[in-house]
Structures are given as C-alpha cells and as structure tokens.
C-alpha cells in the first residue's frame, strides 16, 4: 500500500493460491472473515498492485531472481515455522497452527471428545476455540498465571465464554500415548520476581501430575523459516 502510493510500481509474490497470509488462512473465520481480507486485497489491486500467487521462494523463484528483475526486495514472509516445546514424546503433539487453517478452509474433523492445547498465546486461544466449537472438551495447559498471559485479554475472555477450561501454572514435560488416549505429565509451577521482559519467572516445584486427553495441540508461538534464503540475509539464529 504505502509503496504504491509512493508511485512505485509494485508486484506481490506469494506461495499459496490466494493472498492474505496469516489473515486469510490462520485466523479463525468468526474473527476475521474471508471477505474483509478478499476487500483488502481487491483495494490494493485497484491501486495497480500486482499479485502473482503459487510462487514460493526458493521453489519457483529464487532471491537472486527477484534481486536481477526489481529495483528493491521487500522480504515480509512472516513467522510460519512452529516452534518446538522440548517435550518429551513431542511427536504425538499436534501443531496448532495447522488446524486453524484446515478450520479456515473447512477440511478439519473432530481430533477427539477431549483436547488439550499447550500455550498462552493467541494462537493457542484460536486453536482452543475452534476446538470448542467444533464439540471437544478443551483445556490450555499454561505455565504462568493470567496476569502473565501474552494473549490479548478479550481473546482468552472469548475462551472463556465458549466453555475452555485453563489450567495454571503447569508445565507440560512428557507425553506418552496409552490405550488409545494421551497421557500428558505435567509439572505445577510457581512463580519468582520478574525478569526482564516484566513477567514473572516460571520456576518448577517437583509436583507432578497425569492427565488424560485425546489429542493434544501444541500452540507456543511461531519462527521465521529461513530456509530460502541466503546465508548473507540470516541472523545468529
């Protein structure tokens, strides 16, 4: 938008068949309608901005490709690659991000009567909801307190209304499946002064506990995937 109305001429690549990202596929729909994002998109397409779409970088295109045939590369692909949880037995994890965007596009089934979802976040608030509308039992499993949660407080004040349970200041440290169900260990916590980010520090008790669900979805933040690029445009991580 503000490099178009600069009076630059400006072409959009993007991996999937429609614009959008994030906003079209990974927020459920109840938040943030196809339509309002197709709106964006045909505004930005009336200002003469071009959308070229089935075109992933380093697949169908390379950087130099783009650096040989434009002026400038604006590289703006976002945090797509789940973080890991460190979790013994994190294979039988579920991402969450996947699931929103099957939510998004209709294609997802009931993962079972009972679900769990690691994480805080807004995304594990997504993820917790669309669970909950979809029929399943749902608690989110968290490490700190309310008071720490990093996601927007009306997003878990939503959860809440839809019927998700939260269980505080555990932290998930294995999983093993068992009979057909998912045995989660988790450890109870207890929080220290703040660090520097301003929350309080999560620190374990030795506590332990089982509990039992049928899927358990992982939602603790994403990372950029640096993989197409090259090494020059990588930082230390």
Not at 85 to 90: P, R, Y
Not at 103 to 124: E, H, Q, W
Not at 133 to 140: K, L
Not at 194 to 214: A, D, H, I, Q
Request: a negative charge; one cysteine or more; hydrophobic letters at 40%.
């Amino acid at each position: 938008f503000y490099l178009r109305r600069s009076g630059h001429k400006v072409t959009v690549f993007e991996r999937r068949e429609h614009p959008g990202g994030i906003m079209r596929y990974g927020i459920p729909e109840y938040r943030l309608p196809v339509a309002v994002v197709d709106e964006e998109v045909a505004r930005l397409e009336e200002m003469g901005v071009e959308f070229r779409t089935n075109v992933a970088l380093g697949v169908d295109i390379t950087l130099e490709d783009l650096e040989a045939a434009y002026a400038a590369v604006f590289i703006s692909t976002g945090a797509g690659k789940v973080r890991q949880t460190d979790i013994k037995g994190e294979s039988l994890l579920e991402p969450g991000q996947p699931l929103l965007e099957a939510a998004k596009r209709d294609i997802v089934s009931l993962p079972g009567d009972k679900c769990a979802v690691i994480g805080g976040g807004n995304t594990a608030m997504d993820v917790a909801r669309v669970l909950r509308r979809m029929g399943a039992d749902v608690t989110v499993l968290y490490r700190r307190t309310a008071d720490e949660m990093p996601a927007i407080e009306e997003e878990y004040e939503r959860a809440a209304e839809d019927g998700v349970n939260v269980e505080w200041l555990v932290l998930p440290t294995a999983v093993e499946k068992l009979t057909g169900e998912l045995v989660v260990t988790v450890e109870h916590m207890r929080l220290w002064e703040p660090v520097s980010s301003g929350r309080c520090r999560p620190e374990p008790t030795g506590v332990t506990r089982e509990m039992l669900f049928n899927s358990i979805f992982a939602a603790i933040g994403e990372t950029a995937d640096v993989a197409p690029f090259p090494e020059r445009l990588r930082d230390s991580q």
